[in-house]
């Protein structure tokens, strides 16, 4: 049993609020943008644009399992992105705290 039981959004939290998770979190706000800029300019040409793809790809593999057609395929994308930056965020919690267990124990890596 867990000694610090957390709630999910503590949870939640804990693994997105560090440098690694919140640059893949800007990473993807900023290819969702472009998509959007590309999505609006290329409306009003009349050509076609596979910009769209970016998002999808930028939040893979978790965005792949809402591949559906239309306006509730997009679901996946933020959600992918949010699972994306948890796995993220709980794998720089795993080296930063392992890192600093090393240190307090002496143990050195030279």
């Known amino acids: 049993m867990d000694k610090n039981p957390r709630s999910l959004p503590q949870n939640l939290r804990h693994y997105l ?32 644009s596979f910009a769209g793809v970016w998002a999808i790809l930028a939040t893979a593999p978790t965005s792949m399992l809402f591949l559906v057609a239309g306006p509730v ?8 992105a949010i699972v994306q930056a948890a796995a993220l965020g709980a794998l720089y919690r795993y080296l930063t705290e392992r890192r600093a267990h090393a240190v307090e124990s002496g143990v050195s890596n030279a």
């Open 73 to 80: 395929g997009l679901i996946g994308i933020p959600i992918g």
């Open 17 to 48: 609020v560090n440098p690694l998770a919140l640059g893949y979190l800007g990473v993807v706000l900023a290819v969702c943008l472009w998509v959007t800029v590309d999505t609006v300019s290329a409306s009003s040409s009349g050509d076609a």
